[in-house]
C-alpha cells in the first residue's frame, strides 16, 4: 500500500484522504515510472460486501490505493468523526487517466462490459483520445481470463481498466496484476457510460450527491442493491457509538 496518503478507515476499509488532484499527480508519476499500482473506487456496496467477505477484504487491503467513490463513504467518515477532503469517484478517474495518456502517447487495455459496449467504447476512446493506443480490448463475457492476462503481459499497456463488477473485477487484478507493471484499476460500469450505451445524471443531480437516485429513477431494478446504502449507515452510526 503507497504511503503518501493519509489513511481514514471506513468500516476496516483504508481510504485515501486527499485531492483527485493530488491522487492524479501521485498515479501519473507512478505510470510514468512504470510502478505497478492496483486502485480500488470503492462505495458503500464494496465496503459492507467486503465485511462478510474475507477474501475480498484481504484484496482492498493489498490495494494501493482505495479511494472515496460515493458519497455515502465521505458520510461515514464524517459520522466516525474523521471528515475526509472530497470524493474521488472512479469514472473522473478514468476520464481524467484517459486524457492525461492521450497527452502522453500512453497505452491502455480495456476488458469489460458487452460486445456492443466494448465495440463503441474503442471508437470514443479512438475519437476522443487519438495520441492514446489501445493496446487490447475484450468484452466481459470470457470464461477463462488466463488468455487476456497472457495478451496483457505480452503488451505491458501502461494503464489496464477492468470493467467488470465487483468483486470480480479485483479478484481477477489481485490474481494477475504481477503480469504487468502498469496500472490496473476496476471501474465497474463506467464503459456503459463512456460509451453512451448509460447516461450519466445529470450536473444537478451529481452536484447534489443525488447521482444514485437518478440511476434509482432511471433502473428501478436498482431498488434491492441500493438497500445496501441504509444498512451501511446503520453499522456506521454503530461502530461510531462504540468509539465514544
Known amino acids: 500500500m503507497s504511503n503518501e496518503f493519509l489513511r481514514i478507515n471506513v468500516l476496516n476499509v483504508p481510504f485515501i484522504n486527499t485531492t483527485q488532484a493530488a491522487f492524479l499527480t501521485a498515479v501519473e508519476s507512478r505510470i510514468n515510472h512504470r510502478q505497478n499500482t492496483f486502485i480500488v473506487t470503492a462505495n458503500p456496496e464494496i465496503v459492507m460486501y467486503a465485511r462478510d467477505d474475507p477474501s475480498y477484504q484481504r484484496i482492498l487491503k493489498n490495494a494501493d490505493y482505495i479511494t472515496p467513490d460515493g458519497i455515502g463513504i465521505l458520510k461515514g467518515a464524517a459520522i466516525l468523526g474523521t471528515p475526509m477532503t472530497e470524493r474521488i469517484t472512479g469514472y473522473d478517474t478514468m476520464l481524467a487517466l484517459l486524457e492525461w495518456g492521450n497527452q502522453q502517447r500512453k497505452t491502455v487495455y480495456l476488458v469489460g462490459a458487452k460486445p456492443e459496449v466494448i465495440k463503441d467504447v474503442k471508437k470514443v476512446v479512438a475519437n476522443r483520445y487519438p495520441g492514446l493506443k489501445v493496446a487490447g480490448a475484450h468484452d466481459g463475457y470470457f470464461t477463462d481470463f488466463s488468455p487476456i492476462a497472457q495478451d496483457i503481459a505480452a503488451k505491458q499497456p501502461d494503464m489496464v481498466f ?83
Open 162 to 244: 477492468l470493467a467488470v463488477g465487483f468483486p470480480k473485477q479485483e479478484q481477477l487484478i489481485a490474481a494477475h496484476r504481477h503480469q504487468n507493471d502498469g496500472l490496473w484499476m476496476g471501474v465497474g460500469g463506467s464503459f456503459d457510460v463512456l460509451s453512451g450505451h448509460t447516461k450519466r445524471a445529470p450536473k444537478f443531480f451529481q452536484n447534489h450527491h443525488l447521482e444514485w437516485f437518478y440511476r434509482l429513477l432511471s433502473e428501478p431494478t436498482r431498488l434491492k442493491r441500493m438497500m445496501v446504502l441504509p444498512r451501511y449507515l446503520k453499522t456506521v452510526k454503530r461502530a461510531a457509538h462504540k468509539q465514544k
